[in-house]
């Protein structure tokens, strides 16, 4: 049975609470109440030691510490009116909570203050570097891990001192650094706000891309490689007998972006490539889903396809780009031109090659721009004006230096032609020229090895006997890639690449 309380009990209760109240002493501290908590926080006892998760209406005594997890925040009001809002990640310090001062620690990250001006309370904030003094103001201060301190002053003043005794009063609308060195320079919140943009802007000026020194490259690759979900390298040897080490790298600059980055290092050359793709629409969290639809797709367009794209080779002093823009997604077995038709393609979902049978929609991405040069100098490009329906050239704006296949009756002994270099083995030539077989004045050529990693050549009869793209896959990671492209404009040099296919079939860049 329940069991309910006389009114003469209540009685008795209320006295013995009213008692307790004015028979206790006032306390010497100010509140200070967690009233908001978004996410999860936990609150340090300074006497057990131990950590318990923060609750919204927790009042903090002094020498409590609060840290807040990744992506919560909380805010701490006081009861004069002030406030103060702890940001995602940072962890803080009830040093003293008076009537008559307040301070308190940031060890590290972010935190933004409203200080009342109706209350005669000093108000303090410490960091590893800095002291923030404040008696009526809006301020925030961030800590960085090595306890560099960032402070903003956004109404009032605010007097900032570092561990050496120097001091000076913010002004508002400013921001100063303070590190172990001391205090920094004051500037304007606008002014800071300036040099941030510069900096991303310069941030991204510092991505792999060509017309860069080595020490360039070499610097923007390690900060991309922080952030890369596939990654490889090796020491090898390339088919002219030298070491290479070899690295190589995805990155996803944006959602619906990926780039490939490979870096080459020889004792007396350097030479890199990258491809940065740009999709229709966000990538998934598996590259390989969008990686297997850029042969096309059978009987409907493709979810996922390239809208643009560009490529980059160089050895620091001459440089190949290419650029594709436009991107669509046409059947190519339906149109106009007969000749483009697909028979046959590599489907990832059997892993094996699949035929096509005529009529039935195959679905490629056609691009409407499109350039290759050499030093700046155009090879090849074309530009329809935005109008490909149908896909025939009646459009096309024509190069002038457009170059062309060069095919000779024995590539085995001639140089400028295209065809298989060594009878027998993976080594194969392409040459491009303006002028025929005799040579244009505009022209570039590329060899092409499949080696292994002592360099040695391999043979057609290496990859006999493949039933399967399974097999071929599974066969082509013993083995490397390597192209020497020389051109015209080149004057005697040559950019030298060795690639791993690992990369290339784990991300599903190689179906």
Known sequence: MERTQSPRGVKLCSVIAFCAIILSPIPSWAAAT??????????????SKTWVGAVSNYILTPGEEVRTESRSKLTLAFDDGSKVEIGPKSSFLLEKAEQAETSMRLSFGKM?????????????????????????????????????TQVDLFKGSLGVSDSRGNETLLQEGQRIGVD??????????????AQKKAEERSALKREVGLEMTKEDIQAAAAAEQKNAVYQQGKVMVDV????????????RPEPNQFKLVVLNHRADRFDYFYYKGVFNTALPTDLRVAFQQLPGCVGAACQFYLTEY????????????????????????????????????????????SGVAPGVPFFKTIYPTYALKFNGVSHLSWNYGGVIAGFTSQNQVADVNAVGLVQGANCDTLDNCTGNRDPGFFHDIVY?????????????????????????VAKHSDFANITSGADYKERLLKWNY??????SEFNGRKIDLVYEPKILIESGLIP
Do not use: M
């Not at 967690?34 to 006497?47: H, M």
């Not at 303090?124 to 560099?148: D, L, W």
């Open 432 to 456: 491009e020229a303006t002028g025929g077989l005799g040579g244009g004045a505009v022209w570039d050529k590329w060899d092409s090895y499949v080696i292994d990693d002592e360099g040695k």
């Open 482 to 487: 390597q192209q020497i492209i020389t051109a």
């Open 310 to 353: 560009e490529t980059g080779r160089s050895n620091t002093i001459d440089n190949v780009l290419e650029n594709a823009s436009g991107g669509v997604q046409r059947d190519v077995n339906n149109n106009a031109d007969a000749t483009d038709d697909v028979a046959s393609f590599f489907d990832p979902a059997r892993n094996d090659f």
């Open 112 to 148: 933004k203050a409203w200080v009342s001006r109706l209350a005669n309370r000093q108000f303090a904030v410490r960091t590893p570097t800095a002291v923030c003094s404040v008696r009526g103001t809006e301020f925030g201060v961030q800590v960085a891990a090595n306890g560099a």
């Open 240 to 251: 002219n007998g030298n070491r290479v080490r070899l690295e190589e790298y995805i990155i």
């Open 34 to 47: 967690i009233s908001t908590l978004q996410g999860e926080a936990k609150i340090l006892n300074p006497v």
């Open 180 to 193: 172990q060195r001391g205090l920094g320079q004051a500037i304007g919140l606008d002014e800071a706000a």
